[in-house]
């Protein structure tokens, strides 16, 4: 076999390959003989069919295998020779053979993955959040759960914040409808922010048995691009006004959270502890993030087209399962467009290398004891904990998710005696994103 490599660019290679067609013909030969002893034709007894006609009905088919097997075969081995480390799948491209040509003559076309070496990031600023949970956030929390529970009682007077309005409404633009400008009675509650801030404060004041006609611009970067920047009428009836009424923290509350016996003091513990686990888990993502972003910064990658395909149809056979989840399938033969999908799956691959070479060079990888204690934390939250970190280790691929987790903790670790760090307070609505 001859091998020999040209470079095309800072990342694509070309490798052209020469196998001797005697290694070919010998094992097609080889093939055809091991055949003619399973093969059965009419006119034969089993094992007993003539070499030549085995030949003749399966030779192109023998011959095509055998081409394909020594492309994967010997492409492995050139690349060993060459020490190449090949990113994707490599594009193959046969050469015409001629009539007793001496070598069967194919190049492979592919990309390689680039030489990093991660930056220092010794002068980046990292802000550590810090929140301690204590009896006011488990209050605050309570008064979430609360309002989530909330029974309405229909009023009447005029609508105000808070209050669960029922309505129907009719739009147009220049006298025609226009998709998703219609509905029939739709509860919304006042001041959650689901409608546009306009037509909210439209509503405001309306009574049940109410309708009123008025205009509403759609602001210019409006996610419905038909109806973005434009000016609509609509004409609204309001059928409801209902205020809520919160239950009152007690036995019966504390058992609709699945304390079974009703203790307040139970229920207020294992909200806090449930808290603190939410609270740890998005301390350490915030945190997380600055430093992934730290290194993106910090490196610049030539990232290989071939990966970002990859990660591009990864993502996008996600969105679609994610799609149908959510009953809104998408026909196979209607592809998500790779533009929606190209800048994450840019970012997911540059910092997969990133971390790849930062873990080889610092020795982060994940070792089976922190994997046992992140898979203990996260079994801390169910019922039965034991059962559940059995479940993890009855799939290796639970397994690699806990491990990449740990992995990245690991890499985050080294960030913070590395970089800069700030230790700054959070708020707690803030770090739990709750509206004012």
């Known amino acids: 076999m001859q091998a020999n490599l040209e470079n095309l660019g800072t990342l694509e290679r070309r490798l052209s390959v020469a196998v001797p067609m005697a290694d070919i013909d010998r094992e097609i030969d080889t093939r055809l003989k091991r055949l003619s002893r399973t ?69 492979a076309t592919f990309e390689v993955y680039p030489e990093i070496e991660v930056a220092d990031i010794s002068s980046a600023a990292l802000t550590r959040p810090q929140l301690v949970v204590g009896d006011a956030e488990v209050e ?124 307040v003091a139970k229920m207020r513990i294992e909200i806090k502890g449930n808290l603190e686990r939410e609270v740890k888990t998005r301390l350490k993502s915030r945190v997380k993030e600055q430093v992934m972003q730290a290194l993106l910064d910090a490196t610049k990658v030539e990232v290989p087209k071939a990966l970002v395909e990859s990660e591009i149809e990864r993502l996008r056979n996600f969105a679609r399962q994610d799609l149908a989840a959510r009953g809104i399938p998408v026909k196979d033969d209607t592809p998500l467009p790779a533009d929606m999908f190209e800048k994450q799956a840019q970012r997911r691959v540059n910092l997969g290398l990133i971390l790849a070479e ?46 990449s987790m740990v992995l990245e903790d690991n890499v985050v670790e080294w960030a913070l005696r590395t970089a800069k760090v700030e230790d700054k307070p959070i708020a707690f609505d803030e770090l739990m994103g709750n509206k004012q």
């Open 39 to 107: 093969v059965k034709m009419h006119g034969f007894r089993p094992g007993k069919v003539p070499l030549k006609v085995v030949a003749q009905q399966y030779g192109p088919q023998v011959r095509q295998e055998v081409l394909g097997d020594a492309i994967q075969r010997s492409f492995g081995e050139a690349v060993r020779e060459q020490n190449l480390k090949v990113a994707g799948y490599p594009h193959f491209e046969s050469k015409p053979m001629n009539e007793g040509a001496s070598a069967f003559e194919y190049s």
């Open 140 to 263: 605050r929390t309570l008064q979430v759960m609360r309002k989530q529970r909330a029974a309405y009682e229909a009023v009447q007077r005029g609508a105000e914040n808070a209050d669960r309005v029922t309505l129907s409404y009719r739009g147009t633009i220049d006298g025609s409808e226009f998709p998703g400008g219609k509905a029939d009675n739709q509860a919304i509650v006042l001041g959650e922010g689901r409608l546009l801030a306009d037509f909210e404060a439209a509503l405001r004041g309306m009574q049940a048995g109410d309708v009123k006609t008025f205009e509403l611009r759609f602001p210019d970067d409006y996610h419905g691009k038909d109806v973005a920047g434009k000016t609509a009428t609509f004409e609204v009836t309001v059928s409801e006004i209902a205020v809520p009424k919160l239950p009152e923290i007690d036995s019966e509350f504390a058992k609709t959270l699945g304390v079974v016996d009703g203790d």
């Open 358 to 403: 930062l873990v080889r060079a610092h020795q982060l990888q994940a070792k089976p004891e922190q994997v046992r204690s992140a898979v203990e934390e996260q079994a801390q939250s169910y019922e039965n904990p034991q059962e559940v970190v059995r479940w993890y280790y009855q799939s290796p691929e639970r397994i690699r998710e806990i491990e």
